[in-house]
């Protein structure tokens, strides 16, 4: 079993576009959080919904500090985790996600449109 697990939302076609680009190069689990019941005890199924979220080293990390967490065990990233989880570095990438978080319906709903009009809707 992998020290990080990864918490994501797997009714999400873009998290799921992005969770496969780790799998097999990331020493991770994956946890598909869209299922309440995989949530685990420390975290509510809305704030794990809300944002990305990792377990490292038995912390719960989310947001910029998360994918910093991935990252440094993903082949091929881990150089780019290391520079991630320096302060100035993740402070910098966290603003860059809450930015993110505001365009993220928008450009789901997007993803599930070009999936439908592919015929392969989710």
Known sequence: ?????????ASCPLCRREIALYRGRAE???VDVSDPR???PDLSAEA???R??????GRLLSG??????????????RLLGRVAGLPGVRHGLEVAYRGFL???PTIQRGARRALCEAGTCR
Not at 1 to 9: G, Q, S
Not at 52 to 57: D, E, W
Not at 64 to 77: E, Y
């Open 1 to 9: 079993m992998a020290d990080v697990t990864v918490y994501y939302d």
């Open 28 to 30: 991770a689990d994956f």
């Open 38 to 40: 995989n949530v685990p």
């Open 48 to 50: 794990a919904m809300a």
């Open 52 to 57: 990305f979220h990792v377990r490292s080293a």
């Open 64 to 77: 910029a500090a998360a994918f910093a967490a991935l990252w440094r065990v993903t082949r091929g990233l």
């Open 102 to 104: 505001l365009v993220r």
